[in-house]
């Protein structure tokens, strides 16, 4: 049973960064498509960015290209989220989800991972001065 976990939230400054992580137990990282999701308060959860099995494909939501990137760290069995240039519209509890699925399809351009099997707990951003 694939197990996740999100670490890497906090509050940053407009303009800032954060890096999050999404650590997996019970299994390789790179056996599945992971997606990143996020949830602001009043707001349906959407789509950020994904990475199809074994990195194949990554895609992101319009609104992040340019400053989200996803990336595997196969040593270290973790998919971080790299976020750059930070909005206080980005505030939100961030989420990584896994899919097994070996298409690199499951990962849509501006939607994300299409279906989630396996979420983590979440950890919060907040981009604030």
């Known amino acids: 049973q694939l197990q996740l976990v999100e670490s890497g939230g906090g509050l940053v400054q407009p303009g800032g960064s954060l890096r999050l992580s999404c650590a997996a137990s019970?299994?390789?990282?790179?056996?599945?498509?992971i997606g990143w999701f996020r949830q602001a308060p009043g707001k349906e959860r959407e789509g950020v960015a994904c990475?199809?099995?074994?990195?194949?494909?990554?895609t992101y939501a319009d609104t992040m290209k340019g400053r989200f990137t996803i990336v595997m760290d196969n040593a270290k069995n973790t998919v971080s989220l790299q976020m750059n240039s930070l909005k206080p519209d980005d505030t939100a509890t961030y989420y990584c989800?896994?899919?097994?699925?070996?298409?690199?399809?499951?990962?849509?351009?501006?939607?994300?991972?299409?279906?989630?099997?396996?979420w983590g707990q979440g950890t919060q951003v907040t981009v604030s001065s």
């Open positions: 989800a896994a899919n097994r699925s070996p298409y690199s399809t499951i990962c849509a351009d501006g939607v994300g991972l299409r279906q989630v099997e396996y």
């Open positions: 019970g299994s390789r990282l790179d056996e599945y498509a």
């Open positions: 990475l199809s099995r074994r990195a194949v494909t990554a």
